[in-house]
């Protein structure tokens, strides 16, 4: 300690070609903390948009099927008019899912790496895609 605090700040661009999907974005939440030169602090990670989510788990793509029939079943995309939400757009569904699925992650920075837990990773989850959407890192530390 004693060292003087730094800030960094980017903004991450993802376009998923599909209306839903999930991007391990790890690799480059890593690059940003390399490009912040801190060692000590915390990274913020969160969505920049109200029908996409950033959230921790496995990299398993048995687990990712699960959360599609899962969160389906939640708030199933049709019919589209089940929602009030939905006077002049569809996606109500994708706010929910959303919803549920998170805003933003927290992780501490501890010796210059990410310090996670067994099998963590970071994840983008697009509910209404095929657009460019945003996603911001923050990080705070020395
Ligand atoms: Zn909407």
Not at 6 to 31: A, D, H
Not at 37 to 60: P, Q, R, Y
Not at 77 to 88: F, I, L, M
Request: glycine share 10%; charged share 30%.
């Amino acid at each position: 300690m004693g060292g003087k605090m730094k800030s960094y700040r980017k903004e991450l661009w993802f376009e998923v070609p599909s209306r839903r999907g999930f991007v391990n974005i790890t690799p480059q939440v890593k690059k940003c903390l390399r490009e912040s030169g801190i060692k000590e602090g915390f990274v913020l990670c969160n969505a920049m948009h109200i029908t996409a989510s950033v959230f921790i788990n496995d990299d398993e793509s048995g687990l990712h099927y699960d959360y599609e029939v899962w969160l389906e079943k939640l708030a199933p995309y049709g019919p589209v008019s089940q929602y009030k939400h939905n006077v002049g757009e569809d996606n109500a569904d994708a706010h929910m899912k959303r919803q549920i699925m998170g805003r933003e992650v927290v992780v501490a920075i501890t010796d210059g790496k990410l310090d996670f837990g067994t099998w963590e990773q970071i994840f983008y989850g697009e509910f209404d895609g095929r657009r460019r959407k945003r996603v911001l890192v923050k990080i705070i530390g020395e």
